[in-house]
């Protein structure tokens, strides 16, 4: 969903020809702030990220080679 959201970004900037407005990561991240629910999808997206790093710890200790 963070990715989405700095592909969205880029494509906004590509859209209206202004390179100022694309971002990275961390700009997609304030921008999710500033929304109404901007907090609970911050939650969310982290959540996502613990899990994959949580998921990525078993795969890397008990996958046969």
Do not use: E, H, N
């Given at each position: 969903?963070?990715?989405?959201a700095v592909g969205l970004l880029v494509l906004i900037a590509t859209a209206a020809h202004d390179p100022s407005?694309?971002?990275?990561?961390?700009?997609a991240l304030k921008a999710?702030?500033?929304q109404p629910f901007g907090g609970w999808v911050l939650g969310f997206v982290s959540l996502?990220?613990?899990?994959y790093?949580?998921?990525?710890?078993?795969?890397?200790?008990y996958q046969r080679l």
């Open positions: 969903m963070a990715l989405g407005q694309q971002g990275g990561l961390d700009s999710f702030l500033k996502g990220l613990m899990a790093g949580v998921f990525s710890l078993f795969r890397s200790r």
